[in-house]
């Protein structure tokens, strides 16, 4: 199919541009920056449009190039684009999924395929999981393209925002005091089986429309998560809970503490205070489980963490997209590998020493 990807240079985008391509799909890179496109080892591969959500013209001529770059219209969009950590982020998500949803209609797409979060049957939502919401509707244009909307909690990969804070919390604090709330049960997933799932809403014979939650094989929390982490790392840990501790307090001081952009860090630790459990289910009745099972957490960390002493690879070339990409966030992959990153980055003698007096600055002062 020819299949076009809004926020192909992200985490999930550029492994699902990955993936669409194996599957031999006619992929169809979108960025506002198309100039960033050519930092990824698919570019040779892909059609690279420019497209700004934000804008209804230049979201018009993106369709429009890419149906003359690939001999027709474009059938399915993938839709990955957020502006969480940003300013009024849920104002800017609203108004660019109406103009993509409106601009793929004129276009003659049939499906879109949105990647957004777990709704929780509460009052009063978040303002991360309040926008996923309002986002799937306002995809949903009258008269326009169908929509597929696949919900996910937690994805566990290197090189995806809510691992990297799970793991930096996990390897500079050997102490963690806890509020209840990360009690709350969660339904990870790993990117493996986010991307499987993907590929297959691609195909209406297979998932028909509508909303679906995606998850792996366990339920558990965030507390049990760092818990994982911890065995799987290796390390020691002691984690409280401390009633009366608030979770937006513990948004707050992890948007200081670690290296993650510092909105995006705070909004989506404020998600915490909601049970994150599936309730929109049926996708493994029509998509078979990927071979060897779907992935528990424990499976997927280990995945994550088995490359971390490697240099990250092209996205494309990655042995398992559990691995580090060279294009993911520049402070992801832990401390460690920022330090070999920083120390590599001054090269010659002393390089042994230089590590050692930078990994106890970065913990002394965590940056």
């Not at 660019?96 to 049939?110: E, L």
């Not at 049990?224 to 501790?245: E, H, M, S």
């Not at 608030?246 to 630790?269: E, I, K, N, Q, S």
């Amino acid at each position: 199919m020819r299949i076009l990807v809004t926020g192909a240079t992200g985490y999930v985008g550029s492994r699902l541009v990955t993936a669409l391509l194996a599957d031999q799909h006619q992929v169809i890179a979108a960025s506002r920056d198309p100039e960033r496109l050519q930092q990824f080892g698919w570019f040779n591969q892909v059609v690279p449009v420019q497209l700004d959500a934000s804008d209804p013209a230049s979201t018009r001529d993106a369709f429009a190039a890419a149906a003359d770059a690939v001999g027709g219209p474009v059938d399915v969009v993938y839709y990955l684009v957020h502006a969480i950590g940003q300013r009024d982020f849920r104002e800017a998500d609203n108004a660019a999924a109406a103009i993509v949803a409106t601009a793929a209609g004129d276009a003659g797409v049939r499906r879109i395929v949105y990647l957004g979060g777990f709704v929780p049957n509460d009052k009063t939502l978040s303002e991360h999981l309040a926008s996923r919401a309002e986002v799937a509707q306002a995809l949903s244009v009258v008269g326009g393209p169908e929509l597929v909307w696949l919900g996910a909690a937690i994805i566990i990969g290197a090189g995806s925002t809510s691992f990297e804070m799970l793991r930096y919390v996990a390897d500079r604090f050997p102490v963690i005091p806890t509020p209840p709330r990360l009690d709350n049960p969660i339904d990870p997933i790993s990117i493996r089986d986010v991307l499987h799932y993907l590929v297959a809403a691609a195909d209406p014979a297979q998932v028909p429309a509508g909303a679906y939650d995606i998850h792996g094989p366990d339920t558990t929390s965030y507390r049990g998560l760092l818990k994982t982490y911890a065995r799987v790392a290796g390390k020691r840990q002691v984690i409280i809970r401390v009633p009366g501790f608030h979770t937006a307090v513990t948004a707050r001081v992890l948007a200081y503490t670690l290296p993650v952009p510092f909105g995006l860090a705070g909004d989506l630790v404020d998600s915490l205070d909601h049970p994150m459990v599936a309730s929109v289910s049926g996708l493994h009745d029509l998509v078979p489980d990927p071979p060897g099972g779907l992935l528990g957490a424990r499976e997927a960390m280990a995945l994550a963490l088995a490359g971390r002493s490697n240099r990250p690879r092209p996205v494309n070339a990655l042995a398992d997209p559990h691995d580090l990409a060279d294009t993911d966030p520049e402070w992801a992959g832990g401390d460690a590998r920022r330090v070999r990153r920083f120390a590599r980055s001054l090269g010659g003698g002393g390089r042994t020493r230089l590590h050692a007096l930078v990994a106890l600055t970065l913990k002394a002062l965590w940056v």
